[in-house]
């Protein structure tokens, strides 16, 4: 069990127990320790030099779903891992493709960032349906020249901030253009600063449904790594680790049973969320106007110049999925988000947005190297 003094004590620290990504931790980048993949390293091949930057890609609850095999001496064709996707929450493999698009884009602006254009062929053997399979994801061809992106500047400070934001700074619209602008498809773009009460209120009834709903909540549990040495071993999912939770894990007082839908850890969890989202005073969105899978891969392309675009403003990110997710307990949300943002088409993200209150810190990932397919 987790006493109330020890919950008291982790919250003094400033650790906040999220859902998709771990609990916000004072660890730091140590040789071939799950933050490794930071450091970016540097490699002959400019295809493996821009792969180690893709791995840093935003992907849902760091599956990290990326699978590449090298092809002659030019190409990389891009595999979703099918074992790594969410059927409970993602039964469509909807998001799991946007964290493709974000790989793919982070991808595209580290090759620029070399010089070389990397040209981006979404589903060369077909668009998979009803659920992604083994055909590519996209080809990604190294050829001719390419000026750098400024938003490559911040790659490596990008996060999803679960945090509570500072909401007594507002958002300006002017930093919500700049983000429009930094789009591919600024048309998909929306956002809302100052009350969002109404959004901010189906969000969190969203996220409520999700954490009530047993087989969805469930897979989330299943994901999670407790303490320092079950992240080294499996640095994706959603890592509870650190200084002060590695002690509480080692005493049996976290468990994955605690975290079953009412139990201590789970409250816990709520009642941080319930707080963070109640810190929120803008949100932003992408909306395509047809569902293809080439329309929700492209989708992914923009959230990662949007989490760059946001990141270079000093301002934070969060995605808030629940509500767009397709799993039949959430139909409520989901019709309501869409007649509220859809405008006719499929609202791909929407995240939280605003002023940090702190650092947010890098999440793990495996090294690049142990995700590329041999021959
Ligand atoms: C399609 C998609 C959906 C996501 N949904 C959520 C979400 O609902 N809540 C959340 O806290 N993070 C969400 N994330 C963020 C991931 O948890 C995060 O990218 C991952 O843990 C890696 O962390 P990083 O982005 O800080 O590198 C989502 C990311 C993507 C690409």
Not at 100 to 129: D, K, S, V, W, Y
Request: aromatic share 8%; proline share 9%; glycine share 10%.
């Amino acid at each position: 069990m987790i006493s109330r003094r020890t919950l008291l004590a982790t919250q003094a620290a400033g650790i906040s127990l999220s859902l998709a990504g771990g609990w916000v931790r004072p660890v730091r980048a140590q040789a071939g320790g799950p933050l490794a993949p930071w450091n970016v390293a540097a490699h002959a091949d400019p295809r493996l030099a821009a792969l180690a930057w893709a791995v840093l890609a935003p992907n849902p609850h760091n599956r990290q779903p990326w699978l590449m095999r090298l092809v002659g001496a030019d190409t990389i064709l891009l595999h979703v891992d099918l074992d790594r996707r969410l059927p409970e929450t993602d039964p469509l493999d909807r998001q799991i493709l946007i964290g493709l698009g974000c790989f793919a884009e982070l991808l595209r602006l580290a090759a620029a960032q070399q010089g070389i254009a990397a040209e981006i062929t979404p589903f060369p053997e077909g668009e998979p349906q009803p659920r992604l399979d083994a055909r590519p994801i996209a080809r990604i061809t190294f050829r001719g020249s390419a000026t750098p992106d400024p938003l490559f500047a911040v790659a490596g400070q990008r996060r999803s901030a679960k945090q509570p934001y500072d909401v007594t700074r507002p958002v300006p619209a002017a930093a919500l253009a700049r983000l429009r602008a930094a789009l591919l498809a600024p048309d998909g773009f929306g956002a809302e600063a100052g009350d969002v009460t109404r959004l901010r209120d189906i969000a969190w009834r969203a996220w409520e449904i999700e954490a009530k709903d047993r087989p969805a909540w469930m897979e989330t549990v299943r994901l999670m790594r407790f303490g320092s040495a079950a992240v080294a071993a499996q640095p994706d999912g959603v890592s509870l680790w650190g200084p002060q939770l590695d002690p509480m894990i080692a005493a049996g007082q976290l468990t994955p049973a605690a975290m079953e839908p009412g139990q201590e850890g789970w409250r816990f969890g709520f009642e941080q969320y319930r707080a963070i989202f109640e810190a929120t005073n803008a949100f932003t969105w992408l909306v395509t106007p047809g569902n293809s899978r080439a329309a929700q891969f492209a989708s992914g392309r923009d959230w990662l110049r949007l989490n760059l675009a946001a990141t270079a403003q000093g301002l934070a990110l969060q995605p808030v999925s629940q509500g767009l997710q397709e799993f039949p307990a959430m139909a409520g949300p989901y019709r309501e988000l869409h007649a509220l943002l859809g405008g006719g088409g499929t609202v791909q993200m929407l995240g939280r947005i605003g002023h940090p209150l702190r650092a947010a810190p890098p999440t793990p990932r495996w090294p690049m190297e142990s995700r590329i397919l041999a021959g």
